[in-house]
């Protein structure tokens, strides 16, 4: 059975910093693309970035680029998302995302098993 579990969300004030991380199980984790999407409450979940297998590139969405830094460690089979410069508009819940592609996706429907999110909250 997979699963993928985040952990380190909560509040904290813009222009701090958090990181959250994904613990994998039950796949080979280093076979697969790894993404973190986002929820903003009455907005659609949205692509944030996405790492491939060895965690040689990343993908950011323009949104978060320079800010927002992901990065796996596949003998720990974790994903990481480091946020720094945090606003207001980061405020959402996060996923994490497994993907059996070769290429980083940014479509929902790319990634085979998701997460069941964890809140991110930036007070301004």
């Known amino acids: 059975q997979v699963q993928l579990v985040e952990s380190g969300g909560g509040l904290v004030q813009a222009g701090g910093s958090l990181r959250v991380s994904c613990a994998a199980s039950g796949l080979t984790f280093r076979n697969y693309v790894m993404g973190w999407f986002r929820q903003a409450p009455g907005k659609e979940r949205e692509f944030v970035a996405g790492?491939?297998?060895?965690?040689?590139?990343?993908y950011y969405a323009d949104s978060v680029k320079g800010r927002f830094t992901i990065s796996r460690d596949n003998a720990k089979r974790t994903v990481y998302l480091q946020m720094n410069s945090l606003k207001p508009e980061d405020t959402a819940v996060y996923y994490c995302?497994?993907?059996?592609?070769?290429?980083?996706?940014?479509?929902?429907?790319?990634?085979?098993?998701w997460g069941q999110g964890i809140q991110v909250t930036v007070s301004s």
């Open positions: 790492i491939n297998w060895s965690g040689d590139k990343t």
């Open positions: 995302a497994a993907g059996g592609s070769l290429r980083i996706g940014i479509m929902e429907g790319e990634y085979n098993y």
